[in-house]
């Protein structure tokens, strides 16, 4: 009898295998793992997301996205702090280009609205980090990507 009620489970652990590889790479913790982007492979990858499928811009600006928060903490941790300012601006020229593709009925939003959830996350520990002069513009960015995230979870639920 006891082997019976193993048997459901064991039928279970491919499917939860399975789902587990499914889950986006984007979704973990940043890790060293990641390939960091320097800011010309970010500036030619959001060119490239211009020219892509409108339906697919919105979750390809979150990657974007992303990528810039990854970039700041570098140059943050690095004292670099006029390179982080004009990376901020950066993200604030992505974050307005992400807020108009998240209007239109895009693929993958859900999957947007997850990475901006962990790029928001990520971009907390980098504000954390800095002083309490530096922090100032930074609380803005955070307070900008919390709200976009905000929004595309909004849209998310609204389907």
Known sequence: MVAQRNR??????????????AVPSTLCAS???ETALD????????????LADQREQCYLYAEVLHGLTEL???????SQFDEAGATLRQMEVVATKLQAASSRNGRRMK???????????RFQDVVRSVSSDDRAAMQKTLQRLDALHSDVLAKVFAR
């Open 39 to 50: 800011s010309l492979a970010l500036i030619q990858m959001e060119h490239r997301v211009e």
């Open 111 to 121: 999957a947007a609205e997850q990475l901006l959830e962990h790029t928001t996350h």
């Open 72 to 78: 700041a903490g570098r140059q943050v941790a690095a």
């Open 31 to 33: 890790s060293p793992d």
């Open 8 to 21: 459901p489970i064991r039928s279970f652990l491919p499917l939860v295998f399975l789902t587990l590889l």
